[in-house]
Nanobody, 122 residues
Framework: VQLQASGGGLVQAGGSLRLSCAAS????????VGWFRQAPGKERESVAA????????DYANSVKGRFTISRDNAKNTVYLEMNSLKPEDTAVYYC????????????????WGQGTLVTVSS
C-alpha cells in the first residue's frame, strides 16, 4: 500500500487547509487511517484518525473542534480539513494506514506516506 499525502502549504493564522491522503490500493475501504504531525525538534504526534467504516473518529485535544477527518472510499482518499489554524499547527503532516480499526499506538500502523508541510504564519 502506498500513501500519498498532499495539500500542505503556507497559510495565515485563522486560515484553512485541506490535506489529502491518497492510497494506491483498491481495498482502501478496509483500512483505518491516521494523520500525524511532527514539528521541528518535537516528537511525532497523533492528530486524527478514522476507522475503516467511518463509524469512529479520534482527535487530539489540541485540534478538536478545528480539524475534521473524513474519507471518500470511491476516491481511495482520506481528508483532513483544518480550520482556524494556529502557528502551533506548523509541522510536517503524515498519513498512515492499517487494516480495519484505529490502533492504540502509532507504531501499529503498517503503511506510512511521505509528509506534507503545513506552515501557519502569525
Amino acid at each position: 500500500v502506498q500513501l500519498q499525502a498532499s495539500g500542505g502549504g503556507l497559510v495565515q493564522a485563522g486560515g484553512s487547509l485541506r490535506l489529502s491522503c491518497a492510497a494506491s490500493v483498491r481495498t482502501f475501504s478496509i483500512y483505518a487511517v491516521g494523520w500525524f504531525r511532527q514539528a521541528p525538534g518535537k516528537e511525532r504526534e497523533s492528530v486524527a484518525a478514522i476507522n475503516w467504516s467511518s463509524s469512529r473518529t479520534d482527535y487530539a485535544n489540541s485540534v478538536k473542534g478545528r480539524f475534521t477527518i473524513s474519507r471518500d472510499n470511491a476516491k481511495n482518499t482520506v481528508y483532513l480539513e483544518m480550520n482556524s489554524l494556529k502557528p502551533e499547527d506548523t509541522a510536517v503532516y503524515y498519513c498512515a494506514a492499517r487494516k480495519f480499526n484505529i490502533p492504540t499506538t502509532q507504531n501499529e500502523y503498517d503503511y506510512w506516506g511521505q509528509g506534507t508541510l503545513v506552515t501557519v504564519s502569525s
